[in-house]
C-alpha cells in the first residue's frame, strides 16, 4: 500500500522495482509495463522541464484517453507540474479562452487535432508544442521523442497541498471552472476507494470516462495498487464489453447509461462483467429496473456511488455486497465527512431531505484563478453540493433530488427522481428525466422528457394512465415529451440542462 507522503512519480518507481514486467496499461492490442510506463513517464517529465514546464505551471493535453495522455499526466505531476485536458467536444472559442486563461507552459497535442489547434492559433501556439502521436510537423518534438530522452538528474517533491491537475466542471453559468486539485486530494481519495472497495493488485480496472472528466479516479487506483488499467476510448456497448471480456476487468465505474448500453446486446452474448466484482455507478441516478437487470441477466450487483470535481471522486458509495436499495448513496468512504444541512445551516432529523456538504482532506481548496471566499460553495475544504439527500440514522444516504432541480408545486416539495423512477416502472420506458417548467396555477410544474424501448410505442395519455395510481396528484408531470433518444453529454449522462433550455413555458 502506498504512503500517504508518496508522489505519483515515487508510486512509478516503486511499481517498476515492484511489478516490472507486469501490464500497467492494456489498450487494445497495446500493452505496456509498469517499467516501461516508469521509464517513458520519467524520461518525459525531463524533456517537458527542459521546454519550460517548471514546479506550479500547467500542461495542457488535447487528446484522446490513449496510453500517451496516461504518461503525460504522470509525467506532469513527476514534473511538479498541473495537468489539465482539453474537451474536444467544446466550441473553439471555448477551448481559446480555457488555453488563454490557464496559459499552459507547454502543449501536447494528439496529431488529429493538429488542424484544430492550427484553427486556434493561426500564426502558431505561443506555448511549445509536443505531438502526442503521429508524424509531427517540422520544428515540433513528438512525445515518444521526449519519452526516449535522458533520465532525469533529479525532479521536484511534490508537496501535499501542490496542485497536480485542473478538472473543469460543466460551466452551467459563464465559462467552465477549474477545480484545483492536489496532490492530498488525489491520496486521500485514492486511499478512501480503495478502503471502501477493497481493492488489490489483482484488480484490472476498466477506464472509460473520457480524459477531461476525472482523469485520475481509477487511473490513479492501479497507480497506487501496481495494478492493471484497460483504456477504452469509446462508450458503445460493444466496446465496453468487448474490453471487460478481452482484459477480464474486475472493476469498473460507468454513469448508469452505460450499464443500460450493455442491456441492449443481442441476446445470447457472452457476458462482458463475467469477472467483475466491482460495477460502480455514479453521476446520476441508478433506477432500479437498471439494476434488477443487470442482476438477472449478469449476474452483476451495480454499486450507486456520490462523487464530483470538487470532492475528488467518490465521497459516498454502497460496499460490495450491500444490496441495492432505490436511491441509496450508501455511506461515506473512510476521511470524508457528510453532513444533510437545512437552509440556516443546521443538520436535518433522519429522513428529512437537505443539502448535501462534504468536508474533508479530499475536497478540493477551490478553483483555479478565484480567490477563495465564505459564500462560495467550495471553501476552506467543505464543499456544498447543491444536491438534495437524506440519512436514514444508521449511516446510510439517500439521494432526493438536485437543488436547481426541486420542484415546488402548489407549495409542495416535489423530486424528480420519484417521478422518474416511476415512469421507470412502465415496460415500455428506457429512459426517464424530470424537469421543472413555470406553471401559472401552481407555479411549478413537473415535465417527463421519457425515451421508449427499441420497437415501443407510447403515447402521454397511456404514461398518465400508467402514473395515476401511482403519484400523488400534484407530482402527475404537466407535460410528458416522448423522444427517440435523450441527450447525452460526452461522458454519458443525460444534459438534462439542455432539455431545461429546450422547454418553453406550457
Request: hydrophobic share 45%; proline share 10%.
Amino acid at each position: 500500500m502506498f504512503q500517504d507522503d508518496e508522489t505519483l512519480a515515487g508510486m512509478l518507481r516503486r511499481n517498476a522495482q515492484v511489478r516490472g514486467g507486469a501490464p500497467a496499461i492494456l489498450s487494445g492490442d497495446v500493452s505496456v509495463s509498469h517499467e516501461a510506463l516508469a521509464e517513458a513517464a520519467l524520461r518525459l517529465a525531463g524533456g517537458l522541464a527542459g521546454l519550460g514546464l517548471a514546479p506550479g505551471q500547467r500542461l495542457a493535453v488535447y487528446a484522446r484517453k490513449t496510453p500517451q495522455a496516461v504518461t503525460a499526466f504522470l509525467a506532469a505531476a513527476a514534473a511538479g507540474g498541473a495537468f489539465f485536458p482539453l474537451d474536444p467536444n467544446q466550441p473553439p472559442e471555448v477551448t481559446r479562452a480555457i488555453l488563454d486563461r490557464l496559459t499552459p507552459a507547454v502543449l501536447v497535442v494528439a496529431a488529429e487535432y493538429l488542424p484544430a489547434l492550427a484553427a486556434l492559433y493561426p500564426e502558431d501556439a505561443p506555448m511549445p508544442t509536443v505531438v502526442c502521436d503521429g508524424p509531427a510537423p517540422a520544428g515540433k518534438p513528438t512525445l515518444a521523442e521526449l519519452a526516449a530522452g535522458p533520465m532525469p538528474a533529479a525532479l521536484p517533491r511534490v508537496q501535499p497541498d501542490d496542485p497536480v491537475y485542473l478538472n473543469f466542471t460543466s460551466g452551467t453559468t459563464g465559462a467552465p471552472k477549474g477545480a484545483v486539485t492536489t496532490l492530498g486530494n488525489l491520496l486521500a481519495n485514492t486511499a478512501a476507494a480503495i478502503d471502501a472497495f477493497a481493492l488489490t493488485p489483482d484488480d484490472v480496472h476498466l477506464c472509460m470516462m473520457p480524459v477531461f472528466v476525472h482523469p485520475h479516479e481509477t487511473l490513479l487506483r492501479p497507480l497506487a495498487l501496481g495494478g492493471t488499467m484497460v483504456l477504452c476510448d469509446r462508450v458503445s456497448s460493444r466496446a465496453v464489453a468487448e474490453a471487460c471480456s478481452r482484459h477480464k476487468v474486475t472493476a469498473l465505474m460507468a454513469v448508469a447509461a452505460i450499464y443500460e448500453t450493455l442491456l441492449r446486446l443481442p441476446a445470447g452474448a457472452d457476458n462482458p462483467l463475467a469477472a467483475v466484482r466491482l460495477a460502480e455507478s455514479g453521476g446520476m441516478h441508478v433506477p432500479s429496473a437498471l439494476a434488477a437487470g443487470l442482476r438477472e441477466r449478469f449476474g452483476a450487483s451495480i454499486l450507486p456511488v456520490w462523487g464530483s470535481t470538487e470532492t475528488t471522486g467518490v465521497a459516498l458509495a454502497n460496499r460490495p455486497g450491500d444490496a441495492y436499495a432505490p436511491c441509496c448513496l450508501g455511506r461515506p468512504v473512510p476521511g470524508y465527512d457528510v453532513a444533510v444541512t437545512r437552509e440556516d445551516g443546521s443538520p436535518c432529523d433522519p429522513g428529512e431531505p437537505g443539502e448535501l456538504v462534504i468536508s474533508g482532506p479530499g475536497v478540493c481548496p477551490g478553483y483555479f484563478g478565484e480567490e477563495p471566499r465564505p459564500e462560495f460553495r467550495l471553501y476552506g475544504g467543505r464543499f456544498r453540493t447543491g444536491d438534495e439527500v437524506f440519512h436514514d440514522g444508521d449511516g446510510r444516504f439517500f439521494f432526493a433530488g438536485r437543488q436547481s432541480m426541486l420542484l415546488k408545486v402548489g407549495g409542495m416539495k416535489v423530486f424528480p427522481v420519484e417521478i422518474e423512477e416511476a415512469l421507470r416502472q412502465h415496460p415500455d420506458v428506457a429512459e426517464a428525466v424530470v424537469i421543472p417548467v413555470a406553471d401559472a396555477l401552481r407555479g411549478e410544474a413537473a415535465k417527463a422528457v421519457v425515451a421508449p424501448k427499441n420497437g415501443a410505442s407510447l403515447s402521454p395519455g397511456e404514461l398518465r394512465r400508467f402514473l395515476s395510481g401511482r403519484l400523488h396528484r400534484l407530482k402527475m408531470p404537466r407535460v410528458i415529451e416522448i423522444r427517440d433518444a435523450l441527450p447525452r453529454t460526452p461522458g454519458g449522462k443525460i444534459a438534462w440542462r439542455a432539455l431545461v433550455s429546450d422547454s418553453p413555458t406550457p
